[in-house]
C-alpha cells in the first residue's frame, strides 16, 4: 500500500516557475516508477511525467518537453515536478501517482496502481 500526498501549488504568473513534490509513505517505494498528471477543468487527466524507480531514466509529455524536469529522492520517498516557464494552458490539478516498475514506463491513466489528491495549479497571463 502506498499512500501520496502533493504540495507545492499555488498561482504563479505566466513564465513563472513552481516545484511540486509528493511524499509518499510506505518502505517500498523504490519499487515504483511514479508519474505525474494534470487534469485542466472540462478535461480529461494527462500524462504530464514519469521516472523510473532508480530516477535514472524519465519521460516527458510533448506539451512539457524542456520546461518540466521529473526527480526523486527514494531516501526521503519523495518525488519532484519543477516546472519552468509556465504558460496558461498548464493551468490544472497536478496528480502524482505510483506503479509498480515492470521495466517501463506507465503512460495512461489505468495503468497506474495509486494515486495523490492532487495539487491546483494556476498560471495567470
Known amino acids: 500500500q502506498v499512500q501520496l500526498v502533493e504540495s507545492g501549488g499555488g498561482e504563479v504568473q505566466a513564465g513563472g516557475s513552481l516545484r511540486l513534490s509528493c511524499a509518499a509513505s510506505?518502505?517500498?517505494?523504490?519499487?515504483?516508477?511514479m508519474d505525474w498528471f494534470r487534469q485542466a477543468p472540462g478535461k480529461e487527466r494527462e500524462f504530464v511525467a514519469a521516472?523510473?524507480?532508480?530516477?535514472?531514466?524519465?519521460y516527458y509529455a510533448d506539451s512539457v518537453l524542456g520546461r518540466f524536469t521529473i526527480s526523486r529522492d527514494n531516501a526521503k520517498n519523495t518525488v519532484y515536478l519543477q516546472m519552468n516557464s509556465l504558460k496558461p494552458e498548464d493551468t490544472a490539478v497536478y496528480y502524482c501517482?505510483?506503479?509498480?516498475?515492470?521495466?517501463?514506463?506507465?503512460?495512461?491513466?489505468?495503468?497506474?496502481?495509486?494515486w495523490g489528491k492532487g495539487t491546483l495549479v494556476t498560471v495567470s497571463s
Open positions: 501517482a505510483a506503479a509498480y516498475w515492470k521495466g517501463y514506463y506507465i503512460r495512461d491513466v489505468d495503468g497506474m496502481d495509486y
Open positions: 521516472i523510473s524507480w532508480s530516477g535514472g531514466s524519465a
Open positions: 510506505g518502505r517500498t517505494f523504490s519499487r515504483y516508477g
